[in-house]
């Protein structure tokens, strides 16, 4: 029999999910009434000494906007060490969520919690579905060494106890504390003897058996619960109940301290996908992938390109707006905690979630525009008005071709570098442009000649982490105007590429001399599932449809700088669940596919629009490899996993009776390969972040493109047998009725998909070159700087070719920039950098961008960072 725990630490604390089935405007109502109670029991009781606000800061923001006034009151009671509040701003995911989110999570929660006192120093996410191997590192570069969370974990991982110390590749860790039966046992606990006895001994049973020391916590809470007011009555008759224990309010810290003294705990490795003992929805990440893609899209946008870009801009002399940039991130962040960016919500909760996408990704573009034209508008004009800058926001020279778009009244112009040397280019496309929308004052004082918007295709060297300037000039030549030419097949440097009758592709790769067929097949299958899970029906009722036997339009062009395949069929297929069983194919999916590839480099890229007219199924893409494989390889914050093609645990999980099936459905960040020493296949992604290795030899990449489904939660699922998860709520629209988008691209490779690196070709992909026309005319005026910017300007350069750049920002505290780069390869690396500004210091940080010690440059400024295998690090130039 297992020894009973003496302590009992009862935590009380609310879990605040922000949002869910309910909106935000009604959660914060409940907010408000709660918040009152809290903060008078606090204030008021002094036998009642702490209080847990979830971790998360928010909570605060959203209180504090209707009751300002209570600032104070919480600063006091924060001080006091009784409100306890941080580390993290939002409740975040943790598989689709992106590094730097995670990052800017604790990095603006921390900055929050100073305006009223010490956070609480625990990586605390309590209902987070599944844990990111990623995480003691992220933690720790906040001096954070302690971690709270509940799903997850099983005994497989190396131990079955709830205390262990975790740890990252790169050696950081952390002191685990595992809820064992979640956040909320604890939740309105009675206060009658004999239902309050029967509770409490099932929780006894699993706490005593799993703890390695004599203190066990009760978490006294729930999600949105209130206070409960007759705790003490309810202690009181714990005390009756069970008089060898001791019960006492307390605070997780407490329980910290006594587990830091206990010596022979666990040390485990690795990320917690199982769902054994609690789900982690393992199919969650393609619910609402309108919603997935917009966070992936932007999160893109931000890190890519608009830090590095403002970056520049600041050593140029112009004002890095973090307050601008704070909004965005707090925007995205909102959307980040688990349920929201799970979309395991309501339809009214998810217009709301994709609304806040819609201003992120508005205010991101917009202040991309801005940065881009304060540098072009701080150019010398003498040589001319018209320019095309062209931006490079990668740490290395490109060489590649480049779109861009001119308009101009002039009917033929040239473009020239700062040099003089004309720059050839052809013109692909060209459109009629209202003057209203170019400059509203041109019509005013009565001009109503048109401009002419010119598609442009080029190819140059761009520098590194930086823009060259080209100027545009009126000439008497013809231009050269020159529409992509129709082709049988598409033949690149690296690639011929045919389409079949069904519009699938046949690949030639002539790196790798072989040639991958069928690729993108579709796949359509049932979906009986909710926005939680995937779920097939009874495998006797299964009916796949493929798109094998369609009858595809295509047509091919290339011209000397890309090559494009645009193909669409209709692929007939169930209606819903009842058509499906029937094997009746009476609906459709209209299927249209666009292909863009540079003929110089080694990737296609791919938009899928896929109608959707059917309920109740999952859309797939396949992407044979043949490549028989046991494991693959993709990313995740700040490094790669490997995962198994089939989850052992698939033999075991009915005997086990594990609450969700651990089907080998897995997310990635930015891609995912297969590969042998020969050679690989990777699939990038700019939207859906789910995958599967599929096929009798498991070597076809499966990517989810959508699921369609009806219910928030539903029972009795093939995959999660038993209750809902959640609550059974219709949601008619997630099943996705309409136009549904992704951005995905293929990349092949010699070697593995570590020792081809295709994590920076991922980088790459989703870094492309940006380009701004600056015209005599701008519809929202800008007063001049007094100063000028050189046409040609690179901040500094990458000159290893191992380390992959996360992202280039201006430091909080305004006093350098900050350069943050990871090694995914095997081994440690050498991050090799030349600053090309003036610098003073050079301090290697932690992600809190507080230095740890100084960098050695040379009169050139080039240094050296040393880099082990998946480990992230910051540098501080200033």
Not at 772 to 780: F, S
Request: glycine share 4%; charged share 25%.
């Amino acid at each position: 029999m297992d020894r009973l725990k003496q302590y009992v630490h009862i935590v009380p604390h609310m879990h605040w999910d922000r949002e869910w089935y309910f909106s935000t405007e009604e959660s914060r109502i409940l907010l408000v009434n709660n918040m009152e109670e809290i903060l008078e029991m606090l204030e008021t009781n002094p036998d009642y000494p702490y209080y847990v606000l979830d971790g998360q800061t928010v909570v605060l923001e959203d209180y504090l906007a209707v009751k300002p006034e209570y600032k104070e009151r919480i600063r006091s009671l924060v001080q006091q060490g009784k409100l306890i509040i941080g580390p993290w701003y939002t409740q975040t995911d943790e598989m689709v969520v992106g590094g730097e989110s995670i990052v800017r999570n604790l990095l603006y929660g921390l900055k929050d919690c100073q305006e009223f006192g010490e956070p609480m120093k625990i990586g605390y996410l309590p209902d987070s579905f599944g844990q990111s191997a990623q995480l003691p590192q992220i933690l720790n570069g906040f001096g954070i060494h302690r971690a709270i969370f509940w799903r997850g974990i099983s005994e497989r991982h190396g131990t079955d106890r709830t205390e262990f110390y975790w740890v990252s590749d790169d050696g950081s860790k952390v002191l685990v504390q595992v809820f064992p039966l979640g956040y909320a046992i604890g939740k309105y606990l009675p206060t009658d003897e004999a239902t309050l006895k029967e509770r409490m001994d099932k929780y006894f049973s699993v706490l005593d058996k799993r703890a390695t020391t004599d203190h066990i916590i009760i978490p006294n809470g729930h999600d949105q619960m209130p206070i409960q007011k007759n705790i003490f009555e309810v202690i009181e008759q714990l005390r009756k109940l069970y008089p060898e224990r001791k019960f006492f309010l307390s605070r997780y810290e407490h329980v910290f301290e006594e587990l830091e003294k206990q010596e022979g705990l666990a040390t485990i490795k690795g990320e917690f996908l199982d769902g054994k003992y609690m789900r982690v929805h393992r199919s969650i990440y393609s619910t609402r992938m309108d919603i997935k893609a917009a966070n992936a899209r932007i999160e893109n946008k931000i890190t890519n390109i608009l830090e590095p870009l403002a970056a520049i801009a600041s050593t140029l002399g112009f004002s890095y707006h973090h307050q601008l940039i704070e909004l965005i991130w707090k925007e995205m962040m909102k959307n980040h905690a688990h349920d929201s960016i799970g979309c395991c919500c309501s339809d009214k909760v998810h217009r709301e979630i994709m609304a806040r996408f819609f201003i992120a990704e508005e205010k991101t573009d917009r202040l991309i525009s801005f940065y881009m034209r304060k540098i072009a508008d701080a150019m010398p004009s003498d040589r001319s008005i018209d320019k095309l800058v062209v931006y490079n926001l990668l740490p290395y020279e490109r060489n590649e071709p480049i779109q861009a778009e001119i308009t101009t009244k002039w009917k033929n112009f040239t473009l020239v570098d700062e040099t003089g040397k004309e720059i050839y280019f052809e013109v692909v496309d060209k459109k009629i442009v209202d003057p209203g929308l170019i400059d509203r004052q041109i019509v005013h004082y009565g001009n109503y000649d048109p401009f002419v918007r010119y598609t442009i295709q080029f190819q140059d060297r761009i520098p590194a982490m930086g823009y060259k300037a080209y100027f545009v000039q009126e000439t008497d030549h013809i231009m050269i105007e020159k529409q992509p030419e129709s082709v049988p097949q598409i033949d690149t440097n690296f690639y011929t590429i045919t389409v079949n009758e069904n519009g699938t592709l046949n690949i030639y790769d002539k790196q790798l001399h072989r040639t991958f067929s069928d690729v993108l097949l579709i796949e359509d299958m049932v979906d009986d599932g909710d926005e939680y899970d995937y779920s097939p029906l009874l495998e006797l009722d299964d009916f796949v449809v493929y798109s094998k036997d369609v009858k595809a339009k295509y047509s091919l062009r290339q011209n000397q700088y890309f090559a494009y395949a645009d193909i669409e069929y209709r692929l007939p297929v169930p209606a819903d669940i009842e058509s499906r069983k029937a094997k009746r194919c009476d609906s459709f999916i209209d299927v249209a596919i666009h292909l863009t590839i540079p003929m110089n480099q080694p990737r296609i890229d791919i938009q899928i629009e896929v109608e959707n007219a059917a309920k109740d199924h999952r859309v797939r893409v396949y992407v044979p490899t043949g490549i028989p494989s046991t494991h693959s390889i993709a990313d995740n914050q700040f490094g790669t996993i490997k995962r198994p093609v089939v989850d052992p645990a698939i033999e075991v999980w009915e005997k086990e009776q594990w609450d969700e099936r651990p089907d080998a459905i897995y997310p990635m960040l930015t891609y995912v390969g297969l590969s042998n020493e020969d050679g690989g296949v990777a699939v990038l992604t700019n939207s859906t972040r789910e995958y599967e290795i599929v096929g009798e030899h498991y070597d076809t990449i499966a990517v989810t493109l959508f699921r369609s489904v009806g219910y928030l939660g539903k029972e009795e699922l093939v995959r999660r047998p038993g209750r809902p998860s959640g609550i059974k709520l219709e949601t008619p629209d997630s099943q996705m009725i309409g136009t549904n988008r992704v951005h995905i691209a293929l990349t092949t490779h010699k070697g593995t998909t570590e020792q081809a690196n295709v994590a920076k070709i991922a980088k790459q992909f989703l870094t492309p070159l940006y380009t701004y026309n600056k015209m005599p005319y701008d519809a929202m005026k800008l007063n001049p700087v007094d100063f000028h910017v050189p046409y040609h300007y690179s901040l500094f350069a990458q000159t290893d070719s191992d380390i992959v750049l996360s992202t280039v920002k201006r430091s909080e505290d305004n006093s350098g920039i900050i350069i943050r780069f990871y090694n995914p390869a095997q081994g440690e690396k050498m991050a090799q950098f030349q600053w090309n500004h003036a610098l003073s210091h050079i301090h290697r940080t932690n992600l809190n961008e507080k230095p740890i010690d100084a960098i050695a440059y040379d009169s050139r400024g080039r240094f050296e960072v040393t880099v082990k295998q998946n480990q992230v690090q910051t540098v501080l130039i200033i």
